[in-house]
């Protein structure tokens, strides 16, 4: 395996590091501050002009939709291990992927329409999500049962005529609080009497549908992410045309595990770069602050934690190049021990080294003047979206035992 950098990457991956040091760290606070501005003023769930006046940037730049390979319709798309260093570069603020619209989940939903959908599906949904003109949600998990074992999922999907009907109820629908959200993929069952990962489908369902009602927004640790957020969505005698179904009837398990292998390791990507960012705010503040007569950064306890930081780090990364390599020369199947491996390591390793970072700054650790504890609490729900640790754990072993 080579992991160096091909001349293209080196040459992308300069530019993205110009431009996060021009347009991306110094508007951080900015950020913040609009979307406070608009939450004041009554309304927290409206884009940010910031971001918005980024994203032309980023495409002058050539650095838009890096994300997707083997497409026609986004021929920039790099392959899976090229994309790995950029998206950790990403990764490093939490406000950079949607300006390169590297962004989930409209990045797994992308790729879900670009392999499993007809050419009309992709001219009305894929076209506009790529050009970065609407937004998408995906509508898997649900509040009435244990989603992390997805046979489990009760929403139904009912062929009437020429039209499905759904009916359901999901949360965690990341995305959907944005009003520029226009399209759900949603899975439900088909056939609850087909064996047993035959049940599902997915279908597409514009989210101006008669009897699509969002509920709520769900927090993360008091977090609402607006104006993306995380809403529960009812879906009551929703109807759509029968051409709206991806890839067919009892498809859906098979699209969500070709969905989520590179929406899992785009996530370890993103959990690397901010755990670089942490260990690099953890050693500059350990050298400013003095503590029984001496800065912080000379005390032993810290030497122990910035080596052991430094080296869970390279070891997640090298995981991830490796999950990354064997995705592109394999396939996401024959991959599929190496991406489970990573999605436990990477938000775990995250977790810990932000925690040692929190520890560093004292109380301004879990204040709003660092962004420690928001990268903190998203590396913990990281621990469960996409399938949870104790899932990816037990696949890991399965293919293990399967060896002997």
Known sequence: MDFAYSTKVEELRKRLLHFMDEHIYPNEHRFHEEIAANRAAGNAWIPTKLIEDLKPKAQAAGLWNLFLPRSN????GLNNLEYAPLCEI??????????????????????????????????????????????????????????????????SI????????????KWWSSGAGDPRCAIYIVMGKTDPDAPRHSQQSMILIPSNTPGVKVIRSLSIFGYDDAPHGHMEVILDNVRVPASNILLGEGRGFEIAQGRLGPGRIHHCMRSIGVAERALESMCKRLKERVAFGKPLSEQGVWHERIAEARCMIDQARLLTLKAAYTMDVAGNKVAKAEIAMIKVVAPNMAEKIIDWAIQAHGGGGVSQDFDLAYNYAWQRILRLADGPDEVHRAAIAKIELGKM
């Open 73 to 76: 319709r986004a021929p920039e």
């Open 90 to 155: 990403m990764g490093r603020s939490h406000i950079a992927p949607e300006v390169f619209n590297c962004n989930a989940p409209d990045t797994g939903n992308m790729e879900t329409i670009e392999r499993y959908g007809t050419e009309a599906q992709k001219d009305a949904w894929l076209e506009p999500l790529l050009k970065g003109k609407i937004r998408s949600a995906f509508l898997m998990t649900e509040p009435d049962v244990a989603s992390s074992d997805a046979t489990n999922i009760q929403c």
């Open 158 to 169: 009912r062929r009437d005529g020429d039209e499905y009907v759904i009916n359901g109820r």
